[in-house]
Each structure stands twice: as C-alpha cells, then as structure tokens.
C-alpha cells in the first residue's frame, strides 16, 4: 500500500477545501499541521488527509482571527 495515500499534495488539499495554496500554506506554518515537503517547491508539500478534512470544517475567517 502507497504509503503517502494518507497524504494529499497542497494542490489536492486546495481542490478539497476551495483555499488557495498561499492559505493552505500559512494554516500549515500556524498550526502546526502533519505534513512533509520534498524539496523546496510548495506545491510537493503533503497534508495529512485528516489534517485537510479539518481545514475543511473550520470556517473561512479563521485566518483572520489568528493574527
């Protein structure tokens, strides 16, 4: 079994949640959410896929009030 399976690429992860990579990105760096990179492209970087099901029920303004 294909172990990144778990894993959606930030690409995958914008087409699930609707949010751009930028977002995904920033919500990565400030909650500290399981994911790994490959090189220095954001767009190889892999959320874990309950990770993502989480960005997905949080609401859109919750980058907002985190600043």
Known sequence: MNE???YLTI???CAATG???KTIWRRIQLKHLQSFKLGTDMRYTY???SEV???ISEPVHADL???
């Open 53 to 55: 099901d989480r960005l």
């Open 65 to 67: 009030t985190s600043r």
């Open 19 to 21: 949010l751009s990579r």
């Open 47 to 49: 959320v874990l896929r």
């Open 4 to 6: 990144q399976s778990e």
């Open 11 to 13: 690409t995958e992860a």
